[in-house]
Each structure stands twice: as structure tokens, then as C-alpha cells.
């Protein structure tokens, strides 16, 4: 069975640009989670999706980020514009139910210059 | 406060013991959590101790929680190369999954 898989591994961009980050879950999991480690920092809670249903979206820095989950399937995070400080590695993780085990992706690197 | 810190870098030698400290500050933790990561790769979780535990073990794995100082440490015995890694000491509060995560501990392992 796949596990979580995302998608760019790596995307470089300029300040001011746009970049859509993808996340498939595990098949069957409701639970699916967004978070960012900064260089060097602890990793960060972003936002919690029960379906396509925002749950939690407390750690979302600002509205420059969007994240969407139509059809409770696979989920998209949008940094429009993006800026400096948003580069860092974008970790999702989907879990069965709110009470599971987290499984992890890979993360997507993220570099703005 | 949701703080939960670590040191950044760790090295041992091959063979030896490995302890990697952990301090949180929400005494409300129900779970506490250890993450490998290991290169380019996501995180994977190593082992997991309740919160009305004060010990685990798994294996190599040794994990100790003291409550009163809110201090959780991950021991590895025999620590090998394929151990080098970066850990991740993270809490989960009551029954809902926000897990907040420290800022991870590399270790590096030598021969």
C-alpha cells in the first residue's frame, strides 16, 4: 500500500511567485495534516483536515496561505505571494482517525529566493 | 505554552549508548512522542510513551518521562551507524492529534 506521498520534493521560486504544494494521503484516511519546519526550528502545526473539512486551522502563518481538500481526497497548499520566510520543508500527514497513528510524507523542500 | 525543546546536535560513537533529552511544558500531554528522520526521508515514529508512564522500552529503545520536570529522554543502546539521524521529541494533548513537535536532535554516529 502507498504511503503519503507529496509532491514537488522540491521547489525553488523567487519572492513574490506562487506555489501550489500537493499531498495524497493514505487511502482510506480521513485525517490529513499540514506541517512546516523552518531551518533549524521545531516543526509546526499548520492545519487539520477531517475530510475536506478544515478542523483545526490555527497554525496557518497568515492568508497568504490556502489549503484545500475538495472531495476529501488528496490536498493542495497554496502560497500566493510567497516571501522569504516561507521557505522550509512542508511535511503532511494522514492518520485513520483523530486518535491514530500520524503517517508521514517525505515533505516538500521549499526555497524562496 | 506548547515549547518543547531539544538540543540541536548529538554525536556518539559507534556501540555506545545514546541519550537524547527532551523538555516540554504543557503538563496536560497525553502522549509523548519520539520521530526519526532520516535522510530524504519523512518522519517515522520510533516509539511512543503514555503519559501516566514513567518508562518504556523497545528493544534498543529506552524511553524515561518525569512528569514532575517535564523532562522525556530516548535512550539507544548500541547505537550504529544506521541510527544517524535526526529525532524529533513531540507531545500530543488530550485525545485530538495536534502534535507539537521540538526542533529535533541530529545525531551522527561514528565508527
Known amino acids: 500500500e502507498a504511503g503519503v506521498t507529496q509532491f514537488p520534493s522540491h521547489s525553488v521560486i523567487e519572492k513574490g511567485q506562487t506555489v501550489t504544494l500537493r499531498c495524497d494521503p493514505i487511502?482510506?484516511?480521513?485525517?490529513l495534516y499540514w506541517y512546516r519546519r523552518v531551518m533549524g526550528k521545531e516543526i509546526k502545526f499548520l492545519l487539520h483536515f477531517v475530510k475536506e473539512s478544515k478542523q483545526d486551522e490555527s497554525g496557518m502563518p497568515n492568508n497568504r496561505f490556502l489549503a484545500e481538500r475538495t472531495g476529501g481526497t488528496y490536498s493542495t497548499l497554496k502560497v500566493q505571494p510567497a516571501e522569504l520566510e516561507d521557505s522550509g520543508v512542508y511535511f503532511c500527514a494522514s492518520s485513520q482517525d483523530s486518535a491514530g497513528e500520524l503517517f508521514f510524507g517525505e515533505g516538500s523542500r521549499l526555497t524562496v529566493l | 505554552g506548547e515549547d518543547v525543546e531539544q538540543s540541536l546536535f548529538l554525536s556518539v560513537r559507534e556501540g555506545d549508548s545514546s541519550v537524547i533529552n527532551c523538555t516540554y511544558t504543557?503538563?496536560?500531554?497525553?502522549?509523548l512522542y519520539w520521530y526519526k528522520q532520516e535522510p530524504g526521508a519523512g518522519l517515522q515514529l520510533l516509539t511512543y510513551i503514555f503519559s501516566n508512564m514513567d518508562m518504556k522500552q523497545d528493544q534498543r529503545l529506552t524511553v524515561l518521562l518525569n512528569k514532575k520536570d517535564k523532562h522525556l529522554s530516548l535512550r539507544i543502546a548500541d547505537t550504529q551507524t544506521g541510527d544517524s539521524a535526526i529525532y524529533f521529541c513531540a507531545e500530543r494533548i488530550g485525545g485530538y492529534q495536534k502534535v507539537t513537535f521540538g526542533t529535533g536532535t541530529k545525531l551522527q554516529v561514528i565508527p
Open positions: 487511502s482510506g484516511h480521513d485525517n
Open positions: 504543557d503538563s496536560s500531554s497525553t502522549y
